[in-house]
């Protein structure tokens, strides 16, 4: 299985969703991530992280809230965005880096 960091350093975009379980607003995001995951299926990868299983990811990153959602491409943070997001507002992210 791949790691975060290989995964991170692909040509194609990844979406990094930073969650908890115990976070509501990461609750009523799942839905949207599951159908960005598939709107960009081949073009751009997404990847979820539980940040109470992944603490040294979240701390590397700065994560002080949840959700957060990042946009990596090549190893580079190219967006961050903490809170909840509207579906087209994160697909406009996304098609920027494509």
């Known amino acids: 299985m791949e790691n975060f960091n290989q995964v991170i350093n692909s040509d194609q975009p990844v979406v990094v969703d930073f969650y908890a379980d115990w976070c509501g607003p990461c609750q009523t995001m799942t839905p949207i991530v599951k159908s960005i995951a598939e709107k960009f299926k081949g073009k751009a990868r997404v990847l979820k992280i539980n940040i109470d299983k992944n603490q040294a990811a979240a701390q590397h990153?700065?994560?002080?809230?949840?959700?957060?959602?990042?946009?990596?491409?090549?190893?580079?943070?190219?967006?961050?965005?903490?809170?909840?997001?509207d579906v087209r507002s994160l697909e406009r992210q996304i098609e920027n880096f494509l």
Do not use: C, D, L, N
């Open 61 to 85: 990153y700065g994560v002080r809230s949840v959700p957060t959602f990042m946009i990596f491409k090549k190893g580079e943070q190219k967006w961050r965005h903490a809170g909840t997001i």
